[in-house]
């Protein structure tokens, strides 16, 4: 059973920067495409950042493109979501995908102005 872990969210000033992490268990993040969603209050989930299997074709929503990194650890099956010069509206809950269909619980990213 595959079962993925966030951590790293915080309270963080705007312009400031976050490390999150997804540890995975029940499968290998080597072999498989991965990606961070976020949430905010009121909106849809949305699609942050993805990385194929290879590593060679990374995917970013325009809204953070240039400021958050996805990257993977294969020897600690582990997917990061590195975030710079955060905004206000980077406020939410990010959430590590896993195909097909596997979720994490999610971390709280809040930044203030």
């Known amino acids: 059973q595959v079962r993925l872990v966030e951590s790293g969210g915080g309270l963080v000033q705007a312009g400031g920067s976050l490390r999150l992490s997804c540890g995975a268990s029940g499968m290998k993040v080597s072999n498989n495409a991965m990606a961070w969603y976020r949430q905010a209050p009121g909106k849809q989930r949305e699609l942050v950042a993805s990385?194929?299997?290879?590593?060679?074709?990374?995917f970013y929503a325009d809204s953070v493109k240039a400021r958050f990194t996805i990257s993977r650890n294969n020897a600690k099956n582990t997917v990061y979501l590195h975030v710079n010069s955060l905004r206000p509206e980077d406020t939410a809950v990010y959430y590590c995908?896993?195909?097909?269909?596997?979720w994490g619980q999610g971390t709280q990213v809040t930044v203030s102005s």
């Open positions: 995908y896993a195909p097909i269909d596997n």
């Open positions: 990385i194929t299997s290879g590593g060679s074709a990374n």
